[in-house]
């Protein structure tokens, strides 16, 4: 009998120290300030979010990864490493964008010597189809508000342990693409 796969979205995108700026409540004639130290450094993320396509109960898994620089090829290919051991060579179906890493000659090269995976595309006009944007959007718009980090990691690690933490959490995530993952009725 085959296993049933893994469905897994995947998106990278950047982060850095710079403060958001966001309204909020304070007495009359004293703004609050939210001291930092202007620190530029910019970083890259990786966010694998996956869902069992037969077994619901098995619930969301995260996979993150975060790198100084920017993702090329070699890079992503091993961020699918880790994706490897991380869902222990279980099938896994990786639903990505169309970014020219993704799609290289190399990584091409490297997905047909992999029998545990299978690539798919998103299409170019429907990032809002991808579970993994509106985790960034979760991540973002929170924790870079409320935290005067000293270190990317530490911020970004905080929203991905707040994610995480929720059981609900991933599951909007998807609900929210107006995707779902049918498990497929047993075959007699």
């Known amino acids: 009998m085959k296993k049933r796969a893994w469905i897994v979205f995947l998106d990278a995108s950047g982060v850095s120290l710079l403060p958001e700026v966001r309204r909020t409540y304070a007495p009359r004639g004293r703004t ?3 001291r ?3 620190n530029r450094k910019r970083a890259s993320m990786a966010a694998a979010l996956g869902y069992h396509a037969a077994d619901g109960g098995r619930g969301p898994r995260l996979c993150f990864h975060l790198k100084p620089g920017s993702y090329d090829t070699t890079a992503l290919i091993e961020v699918l ?3 490897k051991t991380f869902y222990a060579g279980e ?3 990786l ?3 169309g970014l020219s890493a993704h799609w290289s000659r190399g990584m091409r090269a490297w997905a047909a010597e992999q029998d545990w995976l299978t690539l798919e595309r998103l299409p170019a006009c429907a990032p809002e189809r991808n579970p993994v944007e509106l985790l960034w959007s979760a991540i973002k718009t929170r924790e870079p508000a409320k935290l005067a980090g000293d270190h990317l990691a530490d911020v970004a690690e905080r929203g991905i342990h ?3 933490s ?3 959490l991933p599951w909007s995530f998807l609900t929210h693409t107006g995707l779902t993952i049918h498990p497929q009725p047993p075959q007699n």
Do not use: G
């Open 32 to 34: 609050p300030l939210l």
């Open 36 to 38: 930092h130290r202007l």
């Open 81 to 83: 490493e880790q994706i």
């Open 91 to 93: 099938p896994v179906v």
């Open 95 to 97: 639903v990505w964008d």
């Open 162 to 164: 707040r994610v995480c």
């Open 166 to 168: 929720s059981e609900q």
